[in-house]
């Protein structure tokens, strides 16, 4: 995992730190908007009509449906690149790495859609709410780790980061399989052609990362029509843009997408999808909303049920010899690393806008969403700060 790191103060910030800073003051300035006397104008930016048109075709959204399926397109894209490289040359090329991690995520996912069920198990209207629970946050979580500074060693940040990955591949599976709408036959085709010509590019070496781009282009604008999320153009583009090309050109379309993506990711994309889907009346919602079923299947399920899963499956794979514990790292820090697991920000609530587009369970189960993520960031750093040594690592190279 390569990291970027900025200089402010006289000091060296992670780009995580940034990121996550980011991300919470979007998330402190949409609380405090609707629950102020700027709720109105809240409301007046997250509905505002957008519209584009090429020719004859003409598409028409409120901004914050071009921001939940136009942006985040990107964000999927970015996620996709830095899974696909880490698994072509990164630090889970390597088998034994690479199963830890993703039996953990295995764990962290199972185990809260498990709790979630079982709570919800006479509330079938609230039972599309399964994933919400299932989902860890890349940035938050690695930020929040990221605070302990050189006291973390550098394979437990690279451990927390395959983890949320693989738990990421995990939320783009469920979204492709079980939170698409009715299928389009004929457009579904267009869709598939579109894909065919994106990886025959990659096998014959078409180093232009431009006519990939294109083509997720075209190919999310025929998504809309097929029954498939729209966002999963950015992980088909991220699939096949190539990692590697026949000639010795130092220019990797992979490398080269994913290093001009990163910022926008970390500094727009999500801070921006955290303003518009964080908006939560908290005058709206009483004591006994937040005690329903709904409420208590995703705190429970982010709060117990990922570091239960993350770490029950980390260390079952670990004595089956199916995964080894790299140096420096115990289970106490896997443990800690969890619990942070429970931070499930970005991806739950795009999970919950999914699962309820049109429902009042969206208000109470955003904020669900930050009470779960909120109680595993606090008690993981807790925990981790106990039990990290107190010597410092040295720092780490870019």
């Known amino acids: 995992m390569r990291k970027r790191k900025f200089i402010i103060t006289g000091k060296v910030a992670s780009a995580e730190q940034w990121a996550s800073f980011m991300m919470i003051g979007a998330l402190g300035l949409a609380l405090f908007m609707v629950n102020s006397s700027l709720q109105s104008l809240y409301d007046l930016i997250h509905h505002t009509p957008v519209s584009i048109s090429f020719g004859d075709f003409i598409e028409s959204k409120p901004l914050v449906v071009w921001i939940n399926e136009g942006l985040m397109a990107f964000f999927f894209l970015a996620v996709t690149l830095e899974l696909k490289r880490e698994i072509r040359e990164g630090h889970l090329c390597n088998t034994q790495q690479m199963l830890l991690p993703a039996f953990a995520a295995l764990g962290g996912m199972v185990v809260p859609i498990g709790i979630y069920l079982f709570i919800n198990r006479d509330y079938p209207e609230f039972l599309q709410g399964w994933a919400i629970p299932s989902a860890t946050d890349i940035a938050l979580s690695l930020g929040i780790l990221s605070l302990l500074g050189k006291r973390v060693p550098i394979e437990l940040k690279l451990f927390l980061a395959a983890l949320a990955i693989f738990d990421d591949l995990g939320g783009i599976i469920i979204i492709a399989f079980f939170y698409g709408s009715q299928l389009t036959l004929s457009i579904f085709v267009a869709s598939m052609l579109i894909i065919a010509l ?3 590019l990659n096998h014959f070496s078409v180093n232009h990362a431009s006519i990939y781009i294109v083509l997720g282009i075209f190919l999310w604008v025929v998504l809309q029509e097929s029954g498939v999320h729209p966002t999963m153009a950015g992980v088909v583009v991220g699939l096949s843009l190539p990692l590697k090309v026949k000639n010795d050109s130092s220019y990797i ?18 801070p921006l999808f955290t303003f518009f889907n964080a908006g939560i009346v908290l005058t709206d919602i009483s004591l006994l909303q937040l005690g329903s079923s709904v409420s208590l299947g995703i705190i429970l399920g982010l709060f ?18 199916l995964a080894s514990v790299a140096e420096h790292i115990n289970w106490k820090l896997i443990f800690g690393v969890a619990m942070l697991g429970g931070i499930g920000f ?19 189960s955003r904020l669900a969403i930050l009470i779960g993520s909120l109680c595993s960031a606090v008690l993981g750093i807790v925990w981790l700060h106990h039990h990290l040594p107190r010597i410092q690592y040295a720092p780490e190279t870019n």
């Open 198 to 200: 994106l990886f025959l």
């Open 253 to 270: 379309p992979l490398k080269f997408v994913e290093d001009g993506l990163h910022p926008w990711v970390a500094f727009f994309i999500v």
């Open 304 to 321: 117990i049920g990922k570091p239960l899963g993350i770490f029950s499956f980390a260390f079952l794979a670990h004595r089956l010899g």
């Open 346 to 364: 970005t991806m739950g609530l795009f999970l919950n806008t999914l699962a309820f587009p049109n429902n009042g369970n969206l208000e109470i």
